[in-house]
């Protein structure tokens, strides 16, 4: 088995990067708003506004801005948060769970399931308008699903969670 790496191509990576900063500059905007109308101290809003930036901007990065590297050994789960190596034989199952946001807004994100039952999202598997193209995502995880089937000689087949 050969090193396959999975997640956003250039592009999906830059459209990442350019929410993440225009998310920056809406909220760095409001706060100069909020600064600028405010008759005493708006450090309570100023702090909120942060708070929120940094939530946004945090997701954006964690479940955009990763790859997953499928080795002989296990799977490289890679963010710019850190680097962790799960082995094949800990996978439990694999598992697309749809997500759906507060204005309605749907994406299929993939994940793995652990010996010890707790889910792992996997970086730049995303499916949703900024994220993967659907045939695209599909065949990540068709691929995803074709290396762990070979390296544990396991059967099931991808868990789809509504």
Same mark, same amino acid.
């Given at each position: 088995?050969?090193?396959?790496?999975?997640?956003?191509g250039p592009r999906e990576q830059r459209? @990442?990067?350019?929410?993440?900063?225009?998310?920056?500059?809406?909220?760095?905007?409001? &706060?100069?708003?909020?600064?600028?109308?405010?008759?005493?101290?708006?450090?309570?809003?100023? %702090?909120?506004?942060?708070? &929120?930036?940094?939530?946004?901007?945090?997701?954006?990065?964690?479940?955009?801005?990763?790859?997953?590297?499928?080795?002989?050994?296990?799977?490289?789960?890679?963010?710019?948060?850190?680097?962790?190596? %799960?082995?094949?034989?800990? @996978?439990?199952r694999i598992e697309v769970r749809r997500? %759906?946001?507060?204005?309605?807004?749907?994406?299929? @994100?993939?994940?793995?399931?652990?010996?010890? &039952?707790?889910?792992?999202?996997?970086?730049?598997?995303?499916?949703?308008?900024?994220?993967?193209?659907? &045939?695209?995502?599909?065949?990540?995880?068709?691929?995803?699903?074709?290396?762990?089937?070979?390296?544990?000689?396991?059967?099931?087949?991808?868990?789809?969670?509504?």
């Open positions: 088995m050969e090193e396959i790496r999975l997640g956003f459209d @990442i990067r350019l929410r993440a900063l225009g998310l920056t500059g809406l909220f760095g905007a409001v &706060a100069l708003f909020v600064v600028s109308r405010s008759d005493g101290p708006g450090r309570p809003a100023l %702090v909120l506004l942060a708070a &929120a930036l940094a939530l946004g901007v945090l997701t954006l990065l964690r479940y955009g801005s990763g790859t997953t590297l499928l080795t002989p050994s296990g799977v490289v789960l890679a963010t710019w948060f850190g680097r962790r190596t %799960v082995s094949w034989e800990r @996978i439990t997500r %759906v946001g507060r204005y309605g807004s749907t994406w299929m @994100i993939a994940r793995i399931h652990l010996a010890d &039952a707790r889910p792992m999202p996997l970086p730049g598997l995303v499916e949703a308008k900024s994220g993967l193209p659907k &045939a695209e995502f599909q065949g990540q995880v068709r691929t995803l699903l074709g290396y762990w089937q070979q390296a544990t000689g396991r059967t099931e087949m991808v868990l789809f969670t509504p």
